[in-house]
C-alpha cells in the first residue's frame, strides 16, 4: 500500500520556468525528507522538514511541511537542466524506516 | 570517507537461477536497507537491519527472497528462482543510528531474461 501520493508524476518544462511538485498522505508523519535521483545513481537528500508549516528554502528550490503534517510541496524556481531528475518525497512515522512516495520525474530542457 | 558501494552494477540472469546482491555500507552505520525500484518508479522497501536486532523483513515480497547482514557491515540481498518480474534497480541504504537520513548506492541494475 502506497501511503504517500506525488503529483505530477511526470512533468517537462522549458528552462526558466516555475514548477511545483506535491506529495500527499491520510498519514501524520513525524519528518518528511525529499531526495532528488539522477540516472544511475542512488537518491540524495534535499532537505528534511520536522515542523508543521515549515518552509525551507535551498536556494532555487522551496520545501513546505503542511500544518497537519500530512503533505509537503517543492516549489522550484526557475527550472535550469541540471534540475532534471527524479523527485521522491519520503516520510518517516518516529521509526527508522522511511515511507517513499511515488515519484515525480522532471525533465528541464534547455 | 567512502559512500555505499554495492556490486555488481549490472547483472544479467536466466530465468530460474539464484543471484546474490552485495551492499558496503558506511563505516559506523547501524541501520542498513534494501530497496527495490522498477523502471521510472518509486522505492519500495523490502528489509532493513539495525545493529543486532532481528531485521524486519516485511516488505520482502516472496520467500524467493532474502538477505543477511554480517554484523554492521556487508549485506547480501539474495534472490532464488528469480522471475521476469524481478527484474528492476536494487538500491542498498545505510544510515546513523537514530537519525533519519539515508546515504544511497548507486545499485544494482538486475535483468532477468
Redesign the interface.
Known amino acids: 500500500t502506497?501511503l504517500l501520493e506525488?503529483s505530477p508524476q511526470f512533468l517537462s518544462i522549458q528552462e526558466g520556468e516555475n514548477l511545483t511538485v506535491y506529495c500527499n498522505s491520510s498519514s501524520v508523519f513525524s519528518?518528511l525528507?525529499w531526495y532528488r535521483q539522477e540516472p544511475?545513481?542512488?537518491?540524495?537528500?534535499l532537505v528534511?522538514v520536522v515542523t508543521g508549516g515549515e518552509v525551507k528554502k535551498l536556494k532555487r528550490l522551496t520545501f513546505q511541511f503542511g500544518d497537519a503534517r500530512k503533505d509537503s510541496s517543492l516549489h522550484i524556481t526557475a527550472a535550469q537542466p541540471g534540475d532534471t531528475g527524479?523527485y521522491?518525497c519520503a516520510g518517516?512515522k518516529n521509526t527508522?524506516?522511511?515511507?517513499?512516495?511515488?515519484?515525480t520525474?522532471l525533465q528541464v530542457f534547455p | 570517507g567512502a559512500g555505499v558501494s554495492q556490486s555488481p552494477s549490472n547483472k544479467v540472469t536466466e530465468k530460474g537461477k539464484d543471484v546474490e546482491l552485495r551492499c558496503d555500507p558506511i563505516s559506523g552505520h547501524t541501520a542498513l536497507y534494501w530497496y527495490r525500484q522498477r523502471l521510472g518508479q518509486g522505492l519500495e522497501f523490502l528489509i532493513y537491519f539495525q545493529g543486532n536486532s532481528a531485521p524486519d523483513k516485511s516488505g520482502l515480497p516472496s520467500d524467493r527472497f532474502s538477505a543477511e547482514r554480517t554484523g554492521e557491515s556487508v549485506s547480501t540481498l539474495t534472490i532464488q528462482r528469480t522471475q521476469q518480474e524481478d527484474s528492476a534497480v536494487y538500491l542498498c541504504a545505510s544510515s546513523l543510528y537514530g537519525t533519519v537520513t539515508q546515504y544511497f548506492g548507486p545499485g544494482t541494475r538486475l535483468t532477468v531474461l
Request: overall charge negative.
Open positions: 502506497q506525488q519528518s525528507q544511475g545513481e542512488g537518491p540524495v537528500l528534511t527524479l521522491l518517516e527508522d524506516k522511511l515511507i517513499f512516495g511515488t515519484g520525474r
